[in-house]
């Protein structure tokens, strides 16, 4: 049972265009939920977060949204730019679990200039 | 930067033949994490370590082991390869993860079973 969906293997944008990104969990006991952006042939690397206590969080380009009745998470980038292409990967944490994290199968976005 | 280094990079090994790949960190992070990525599969994890000698299980762990002696040190050891270990294989640190903070991935190892 996968705890951590995300149903989009892939999205394309125009660049300057707003991209969303969507996540889906299963299991209420998770106490973060954090983004992370990985090129090719480099670890992934960590972009934003949120606490389950909040619905959203926004730094910079990147917003998140938390929509704890829906079990669900969005991650908005606006503007997009070409740069930001890359597989993004959503991930959730429970504290009373190790902090171990639970990720998703990742989206591949690709911005066009 | 984050200082986690993994090592090999790159490593073809033959069936059957013991494996082991190794992650360095130079920041103290109580939380060690090795995860496998492969095709259409994300992030799993194998195992991790919350501390010098205390390791547990992940959700992929038949066919590995690992060991923690120092802080600084987690290796994953394949006792005998197989074909379906092939991989790209990240080790990962974290401070507290239990409270939110995001973790570190190292450069990642990609292994290759012939």
């Known amino acids: 049972d996968q705890q951590v969906k995300q149903n989009s293997p892939s999205l394309s944008v125009q660049e300057g265009r707003i991209s969303i990104l969507n996540c889906d969990y299963t299991n209420s006991m998770f106490d973060y939920f954090l983004w992370y952006k990985k090129y090719p042939a480099e670890g992934p690397t960590f972009l934003i977060s949120i606490s389950s206590i909040k619905d959203k969080n926004e730094d910079g380009r990147f917003t998140v949204f938390l929509n704890k009745s829906a079990k669900h998470l969005s991650l908005h980038i606006v503007p997009s730019q070409p740069g930001d292409s890359a597989v993004y990967f959503c991930?959730?944490?429970?504290?009373?679990?190790?902090?171990?994290?639970?990720f998703g199968d990742g989206t591949t976005l690709t911005v066009k200039p | 930067d984050a200082g986690i280094t993994q090592s090999p990079r790159h490593k073809v090994t033959e069936t059957g033949t013991p494996v082991t790949l190794r992650c360095h960190q130079t920041e103290n992070h109580r939380y060690m994490y090795w995860y496998r990525q492969d095709p259409g599969h994300g992030l799993r994890l194998i195992h991790y370590s919350y501390g010098v000698k205390d390791t547990d299980k992940g959700e992929v762990s038949d066919g590995y082991s690992v060991s923690r002696s120092k802080t600084e040190d987690f290796l994953l050891t394949l006792e005998s390869a197989t074909s379906s270990q092939t991989s790209v294989y990240f080790c990962?640190?974290?401070?507290?993860?239990?409270?939110?903070?995001?973790?570190?991935f190292g450069q990642g190892t990609r292994l290759t079973v012939v």
């Open positions: 990962a640190i974290s401070a507290s993860p239990g409270q939110g903070t995001e973790a570190f």
């Open positions: 991930a959730a944490t429970a504290a009373a679990n190790a902090g171990k994290s639970t």
